[in-house]
């Protein structure tokens, strides 16, 4: 992902993937926190049984938390841009290139 802030791209978007992350990942804590009292086997995706056999249920429920809290942090950083006047927003300033010897 770039760097910019696409502007064609409505903030609330990330705020609400952000949202729903952060949500899910309160979900997950709880369902592996069932999971591991009753014990047994579960299908679960590859790539969440190999961070859950690496870091535990806190891995999973941490990467998810710290992708929904990216996501909200870069929407709200868009609004912030939105919401500032065209006079506010700062200039990119670009390094000239050196004259050709």
Same mark, same amino acid.
């Not at 938390?65 to 809290?69: Q, S, T, V």
């Not at 506010?88 to 390094?95: A, D, H, I, M, Q």
């Given at each position: 992902?770039? #760097?910019?802030l696409n502007d064609e791209e409505p903030w609330w978007l990330p705020?609400? %993937?952000g &949202? =729903?992350?952060? %949500? %899910?990942?309160?979900?997950?804590?709880f369902d592996l926190t069932s999971f591991e #009292?009753?014990? +047994?086997?579960?299908? =679960?995706?590859?790539l969440v049984n190999v961070i859950y056999d690496f870091a535990g249920k806190w891995g999973v429920?941490? &990467?998810m #938390? =710290? +992708? %929904? #809290?990216g996501a909200l942090w870069a929407g709200l950083c868009q &609004?912030?841009?939105q919401s500032r006047g065209p006079e506010? *927003?700062?200039?990119? *300033?670009?390094?000239p290139t050196p004259p050709a010897n």
């Open positions: 992902m770039s #760097a910019e705020v609400l %993937g &949202l =729903i992350m952060l %949500g %899910g990942s309160v979900w997950v804590y #009292a009753e014990g +047994g086997t579960r299908r =679960i995706n590859v429920v941490g &990467l #938390a =710290i +992708g %929904g #809290a &609004l912030s841009e506010e *927003k700062p200039v990119r *300033k670009t390094n």
